[in-house]
């Protein structure tokens, strides 16, 4: 799609955007530089519907589904990295790429998920070294035969749970190999969908049994530095509508006694419940926390991310808590109806920006106006902020980090589509 938008346009644009923003004490400048430094990490599995290299056919199982058929899904890590490349360079700054453990590569060779090591991963380590993309992981409890009852690692049966065990603990040592490869940590996500389709008459056991298991995973040592553990809960998921073993709650006093990470998905809660405001909450109490950019819609928590009001409080809330170094950005959605790249692209673009007004916000004044009484001050000032020229800020980002400018990453994807995705049958 056409943008009339050339480089000249947007500097002249631009100059009026900022003195706009310097009026309010902001410095749009700052806030493109501090925004382009945060690394986004994009979550692999939009480019392939969640199917892995496992030779498994649509995801099944799990508590979550992928819906369409849209040509052009990635079929193996060639294809995959090579979309993930093109749609980062749609995506303007820093970027890391997350994997699921069934994306190993094993040439062929059946590898139990219990028995994964880092070398079954020494293609995506090279392309992250290369590319200087880091990588985070996620142990996979899903769409597997281990898995069919609905429980894992909270399974009552010791075998199950075993399995699971050593899936996790191969997990995080392949999470660690890939924070020695990046010499930063890879977040090692941990997220299960045990639970149950109606009431269960014992909800204690499988919490028991997932908090041993946790512990007995979690206690195994590795190089400090390399792997940010984390845990995700959700409310309900497709067949577990009654229970999940690893809600809420569970994982927050898990995580808060155990001083690691809590993801926080944006559709994994009541469905209008929002995280905006427990982001300062949590931060008291656990070191930090991963978040899951999606779009709940009804019963579907895995919708694509837009620049939605949820996740603009989010950024903003971020912002204001002062802790985005103790932030790890993700998205996490899928859609096989719809164009793959695009779908990384809409949801990458739609988070910098976010985090761009999050950045562009006149802070000072918001907590002076508070500090003061005078809140109908803080009302109006946000209300003002609404209809800044962002758009000019926005696209200047663009430019400054070589992204393309408004519409442009469109025409970009159709070509695409039409050069490489169409030709995969
Ligand atoms: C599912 C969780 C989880 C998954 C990925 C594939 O509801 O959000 O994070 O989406 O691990
Ligand atoms: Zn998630």
Wanted: with cysteine; aromatic share 10%; glycine share 8%.
């Amino acid at each position: 799609m056409k943008t009339t938008l050339t480089n000249d346009k947007i500097e002249n644009m631009y100059a009026a955007a900022k003195e706009a923003y310097a009026a309010l004490g902001v410095s749009s400048d700052r806030a493109i530089r501090d925004t382009l430094a945060i690394p986004l990490s994009i979550h692999c599995w939009q480019g392939d519907d969640v199917v892995g290299f496992e030779g498994a056919g649509a995801l099944s199982g799990g508590g979550i589904l992928t819906t369409g058929n849209y040509p052009g899904r990635a079929r193996n890590g060639n294809e995959l990295r090579t979309d993930a490349e093109f749609a980062f360079s749609l995506i303007p700054g820093k970027k890391r790429f997350s994997i699921h453990s069934f994306y190993a590569e094993v040439n062929g060779k059946k590898t139990g998920r219990d028995k994964i090591e880092p070398e079954h991963f020494a293609g995506w380590m090279n392309w992250s070294k290369k590319k200087k993309i880091p990588l985070d992981f996620n142990p996979s409890f899903f769409a597997h035969p281990m898995a069919d009852s609905g429980y894992t690692l909270a399974s009552a049966d010791p075998k199950i749970r075993k399995f699971w065990l050593d899936h996790i603990k191969a997990c995080r040592r392949i999470a660690s190999a890939f924070g020695e490869n990046q010499g930063s940590p890879a977040v090692n996500n941990i997220w299960l969908a045990d639970g149950s389709k109606d009431y269960p008459a014992d909800r204690l056991s499988p919490r028991e049994r997932l908090r041993d298991a946790l512990d007995e995973a979690l206690s195994v040592k590795l190089s400090p530095g390399t792997i940010t553990d984390t845990v995700e809960s959700k409310l309900f998921g497709i067949g577990s509508e009654a229970y999940v073993v690893g809600s809420h709650e569970f994982y927050m006093g898990y995580a808060a006694q155990k001083k690691i990470n809590v993801c926080l998905d944006t559709g994994h809660f009541h469905p209008t419940e929002t995280i905006a405001d427990k982001i300062s909450a949590m931060l008291l109490f656990i070191p930090g926390l991963l978040i899951h950019f999606s779009r709940g819609l009804r019963w579907d928590s895995d919708h694509v991310a837009t620049f939605s009001d949820e996740m603009r409080s989010a950024c903003q809330e971020i912002k204001r808590t002062g802790a985005i170094n103790r932030i790890d950005f993700a998205l996490d959605y899928f859609d096989a109806s719809i164009n793959r790249i695009a779908a990384w692209t809409i949801g990458a673009r739609s988070l910098r920006k976010g985090l761009l007004e999050a950045h562009l916000e006149p802070a000072r004044l918001l907590v002076e106006a508070e500090k003061k009484g005078k809140n109908h001050e803080r009302l109006a000032l946000l209300e003002e902020c609404k209809t800044l020229p962002f758009s000019a800020v926005w696209d200047k980002l663009c430019l400054n980090a070589g992204a393309p400018v408004s519409t442009a990453w469109m025409d970009e994807v159709n070509k695409y589509e039409e050069k490489v995705l169409c030709k995969r049958r």
